[in-house]
DNA sequence: GACGCATACGTCACACTATGAAAATAGTG
């Protein structure tokens, strides 16, 4: 069995939700987050650390107690601490900390007071009438809750692309070692680089004879066999995820892959110009009524229909075949397209790696220049910046620039767009830097025209360049704000100003749809990962995939410009 | 529960604000 970071991460989670609900010491509950954080942030391995002799007592935030307990789940699967939690309060109690607006203390009243154990009994609860009379609730809270379990239950079970790459790497990298195998590549939303993922979808190709079957659903992370055949099987990982393996001829990979990645959209209308011209597609290759004509590569496919090969991400039939057919397939941006990174954290902040560390991982992944963002003052729980440490950080990085090579740093600030659509910081502070994201981090159940016009004004003001993660939202946990993002666009049109494509695979807006919209009003994107240490960076490819589902080329994106280019944009967005 | 100074115990990162309650909780990266 092998116990993953997460895992163990996730174990820690759980028992400070037990923790918090039961009342117990916030300090002790705060240890667990801590060391859950710790963990999960971490790059090797735990089981890997102490088959290798390591102690986890190094770790910060790890002291002899969790270090056993990391132990004992590395052993069994599981902490007895947790299980003893589990005895004492029901799953269902803990679930409903998912809600907004319930936090452990409501959570708590609401299972001693009224016993309720699941969100089953807090919806009928909440219809009945009975959580208002609560202290602490009111008539609102409980429309709140009757909603949101409603939208809790209906949550498709998707998942963020950034989960399932690994699985996805893993399993690649395990067929492709047995026997017999030739090809082995991931199909389906995945491979749209869908901002979610249902399932993953795994073609191979392989010598007669090859266990490929066998092996795949023997993989050591399998929770369930669902099905095992000669050319499909499908499994569920212990996480939850299912996995579907297909196995077809060489012949007809390129076939069965175009098929397979879909999107059905895209597929039907694919099968459909096929149809008009007398041929049948499916996924074991194109014919005619004299036999096949393509199908060994996904360019035969669409060759065969006299169209170019149409990127994966594109395949939603929303309008690539027409384009196709044009011969204007737009070249969509690459990875190696990004010049530099404008929205980075350091540990003047919240980010975890400072300045310099920063400067330098962007260096070495080949990065030209570097925009420093942290956050302001009124983001007080990051401990943002107010102008006397804004304006020493603008003479750090000075000094930097002064001896650093190959790598240009950006004086930037990540500045709240306060209630009234002001910003953060002064004029005379702000006209300092080179560049001034605007992001909204409060106030999100602001009504949708008062929403907007905040976020407007903002993009009004003398100095601002970009409007961070513009819907705000977390994908799996948080809605976007109400905001009139046509209305965003057309005033970034207006005033000259860009959005931000947030890489994060929380985040990931823009949305592709709004990328589309931005780049058809000639609105520029900066694709920004919004690194908070050295590692992140690596994000972009996010960032990218989503661009790519958008429909943006290189020359639809901000950071694909030199640095001297970038400059002359960006001094129009600043007075 | 971790950690540091000390070997038993005190401290532990922020701090403001929207919400919707009538004082407190939850949310924000």
Redo the contacts with the bound molecule.
């Keep these: 069995m092998m116990i993953r970071n997460s895992d163990i991460a996730e174990i820690f989670d759980r ?1 400070a939700d037990y923790l ?1 609900v039961e009342g117990d ?4 509950v ?6 859950s954080r710790t963990i999960r942030g971490l790059g090797p391995e735990v089981k890997e650390m102490v088959a290798g002799g390591e102690e986890l ?13 990391i132990l004992e789940i590395l052993e069994t699967g599981t902490a007895q ?1 947790l299980e003893k939690l589990k005895q004492n309060v029901p799953a269902g109690v803990i679930e409903m ?1 998912k ?11 609401l299972y001693h007071k009224l016993k309720i154990e699941s969100l089953a009994a807090l919806k009928e609860a909440a219809e009945a009438g009975r959580i ?1 009379a ?11 809750i009757r909603e949101a379990v409603e939208v809790l239950s209906q949550r498709p079970t998707r998942i963020s692309i950034a989960l399932a790459r690994p699985w996805v790497d893993r399993l690649l990298d395990d067929l492709r070692r047995v026997p017999g195998v030739i090809e082995a590549a991931a199909a389906g939303s995945f491979r749209r680089c869908q901002e979610t993922v249902g399932d993953i979808d795994i073609l191979v190709t392989a010598a007669e004879g090859s266990p490929v079957m066998e092996r795949f659903i023997s993989f050591e992370e399998v929770g369930q066999v669902l099905a095992q055949g000669e050319t499909k099987s499908s499994i569920v990982l212990r996480s939850g995820l299912q996995v579907d393996l297909r196995r077809v001829g060489q012949e007809n990979f390129g076939a069965a892959l175009q098929y397979f990645t879909g999107s059905q959209a895209h597929n039907i209308a694919i099968r459909r110009i096929g149809r008009q011209r007398g041929l049948k597609i499916n996924e074991y290759g194109v014919f005619t009524l004299d036999g096949k004509i393509a199908g060994e590569t996904e360019e035969s496919v669409y060759g065969a229909l006299d169209l170019p090969w149409i990127p994966p991400e594109l395949r939603e039939d929303r309008g690539e075949i027409e384009v196709a057919r044009k011969g204007r397939v737009p070249e969509l941006v690459e990875l190696s397209d990004i010049k530099g990174e404008l929205h980075s ?1 350091t540990s003047a ?2 980010g975890r790696s400072t300045l310099e560390e920063m400067a330098l991982s962007a260096r070495r992944c080949g990065l030209k220049y570097l925009a420093v963002t942290d ?1 302001s003052q ?6 943002g910046l107010d102008e006397r440490r804004l304006l020493a950080q603008i003479k750090e990085i000075e000094r930097l620039n002064a001896r650093l090579k190959g790598i240009r740093l950006l004086k930037g600030i ?1 500045v709240e767009i ?2 009234d659509g002001s910003l953060d910081l002064p004029d005379p502070v702000l006209q300092q830097l080179d560049l001034v994201i605007g ?1 909204v ?7 949708a025209r008062q929403q907007t016009d905040r976020i407007l004004r903002a993009m009004d003001q003398r100095f601002f360049s970009i409007l961070g ?1 513009p819907s ?1 939202r ?1 994908i799996n ?2 809605d976007a704000y109400a905001v009139d993002l046509a209305a965003v666009i057309g005033k970034a049109k207006e005033r000259g100003c860009f959005l931000e494509l947030n890489a994060n695979p929380q985040r990931l807006d823009l949305t592709d749809t709004w990328c589309q919209m931005a780049k058809e009003a000639g609105v520029l994107v900066a694709i920004n990962t ?1 690194a ?1 240490s050295v590692g992140e960076f690596s994000l972009l490819a996010y960032g990218i995939g989503q661009a790519r589902r958008g429909w943006l080329e290189k020359k639809d994106v901000l950071n694909t410009r030199p640095l001297n280019e970038l400059r002359t944009l960006l001094k129009r967005t600043m007075g």
């Design positions: 028992i918090e010491n916030p300090f002790k705060r240890a667990y987050r801590n060391a007592t190094e770790l910060p935030g790890i002291g002899k107690e969790l270090a056993a307990k601490a900390l809600i907004p607006g319930l936090g452990p203390k409501r959570v708590s009243l208002q609560l202290p602490g609730f009111g008539a609102k809270t409980e429309q709140h954290h902040t919240d956050h009124t983001l007080r729980m990051v401990g990540e306060l209630m992001s981090h409060s106030g999100f159940r602001l009504p993660h705000g977390l946990e948080r919004d908070h």
